[in-house]
């Protein structure tokens, strides 16, 4: 589905470059440098287009065939990502344990010493 909205939206975008490209033309007479300074514009705006909105799929061994199969391979993603997020913060609370014991028993090996 996110292919055939992609290309729909390249044909419709080329149609309307077209459409605008004679009128650029004309304002090309007027004021020289507000065209380049639009194309220029909306070729900023498309690489921006193709870094962000569209995922990387080179790497990707089974793409989904349908929005079904996308949605659970989002939610299986997620879950993933979840559970490693839930494992990190363990390691986490435990480091800090073990860091906070050996700031208490310092503490309490100087209160001795100090007796």
Request: proline share 4%; with cysteine; charged share 35%.
């Amino acid at each position: 589905m996110s292919r055939n909205s992609s290309l729909s939206l390249c044909s419709s975008s080329a149609r309307l470059g077209a459409i605008i490209s004679p009128l650029l033309v004309e304002l090309d007479k007027e004021k020289p440098m507000l065209p380049v300074l639009i194309y220029g514009v909306l070729a900023f705006i498309s690489a921006l287009a193709v870094l962000y909105i569209h995922p990387e799929t080179k790497d990707c061994e089974n793409l989904p065939n349908s929005l079904d199969e996308g949605e659970i391979m989002a939610t299986r993603k997620k879950k993933n990502e979840e559970e490693k997020k839930a494992e990190n913060n363990k390691e986490e609370i435990l480091f800090r344990k073990k860091t906070l014991k050996k700031i208490v028993e310092e503490e309490m090996d100087k209160s001795e010493t100090d007796d």
